[in-house]
């Protein structure tokens, strides 16, 4: 059995489900309804079969483009890493040659004094 979805409309999950025995061929087999509207009478939405309560084309495309975006994240996030690490050893070599000019300037300026 197809897992239920939320009501679209309260974003509860009191729902009932049922059978239609006289109901047309595509919600033959299970209704769904929304009880937690106390406006209705039959709850949020009259009862529709699982496949189309599950339907939610908005929601999945958001869904998707959420994904789509946290992959992009993840994606720019190592290259951001990586470009640290390659940063932190360029700069571990600048430092290592400002080192060396320094070690060589004080050699000469001790060649100087001599």
Same mark, same amino acid.
């Given at each position: 059995?197809? +897992? /239920? +979805?939320?009501?679209? =409309?309260?974003? !509860?999950?009191? /729902?009932? @489900?049922? *059978?239609?025995? =006289?109901?047309?061929?595509?919600?033959?087999?299970?209704?769904?309804?929304?009880?937690?509207?106390? !406006?209705?009478?039959?709850?949020?939405?009259?009862?529709?079969?699982?496949?189309?309560?599950?339907?939610?084309?908005?929601?999945?495309?958001? @869904?998707?483009?959420?994904?789509?975006?946290?992959?992009?994240?993840?994606?720019?996030? %190592?290259?951001?890493?990586?470009?640290?690490?390659?940063?932190?050893? +360029?700069?571990?070599?600048?430092?290592?040659?400002?080192?060396?000019?320094?070690? =060589? %300037?004080? !050699?000469? /300026?001790?060649? *100087?004094? +001599?």
């Amino acid at each position: 059995m197809e +897992k /239920l +979805k939320d009501c679209p =409309f309260c974003g !509860k999950h009191n /729902l009932w @489900t049922y *059978r239609g025995a =006289f109901a047309p061929e595509e919600y033959r087999y299970r209704y769904v309804k929304c009880a937690e509207d106390p !406006k209705e009478d039959d709850g949020c939405v009259s009862g529709i079969s699982v496949s189309t309560w599950n339907k939610r084309p908005i929601e999945d495309t958001l @869904t998707a483009t959420i994904a789509q975006k946290d992959a992009e994240i993840a994606r720019l996030q %190592a290259r951001v890493q990586e470009l640290e690490c390659q940063l932190k050893s +360029k700069q571990i070599i600048i430092k290592s040659k400002e080192q060396t000019i320094r070690e =060589f %300037a004080e !050699k000469m /300026l001790d060649l *100087r004094k +001599k």
